[in-house]
């Protein structure tokens, strides 16, 4: 079964910079897409970044040039380091997985990411 444990959210003035990291267990995480989502209240959840095991990248438009995703297949953790935060990044950000075969995917939590003006 697999888990998805996010951390490192938190609150932070404009500007600032947090480290999401996201711990997966219970698979094989060579075989899976790594995302972030976020989702603010009110609003749809939206992709942020994801990336393969072969390091391959998308980012949302809102996030590229100041958030990078990363992933160690080692620690089968993928990490979002967010610099330059804004207002409007404050949602509660969610880790995904995404099997590349069978297409399906699991959630984490969320952790919140408060950015104050």
């Known amino acids: 079964q697999v888990q998805l444990v996010e951390s490192g959210g938190g609150l932070v003035q404009s500007g600032g910079s947090l480290r999401l990291s996201c711990s997966a267990s219970?698979?094989?995480?060579?075989?899976?897409?790594m995302g972030w989502y976020r989702q603010a209240p009110g609003k749809q959840r939206e992709l942020v970044a994801d990336i393969t095991s072969g390091d391959k990248i998308n980012y949302a438009d809102s996030v590229k040039g100041r958030f990078t995703i990363s992933r160690d297949n080692a620690k089968n953790t993928v990490y979002l380091q967010m610099n330059s935060l804004k207002p409007e990044d404050t949602s509660v950000y969610y880790c995904?997985?995404?099997?590349?075969?069978?297409?399906?995917?699991?959630w984490g939590q969320g952790t919140q990411v408060t950015v104050s003006s």
């Open positions: 995904n997985a995404r099997n590349v075969f069978t297409k399906g995917g699991s």
């Open positions: 219970g698979m094989i995480f060579q075989f899976y897409v």
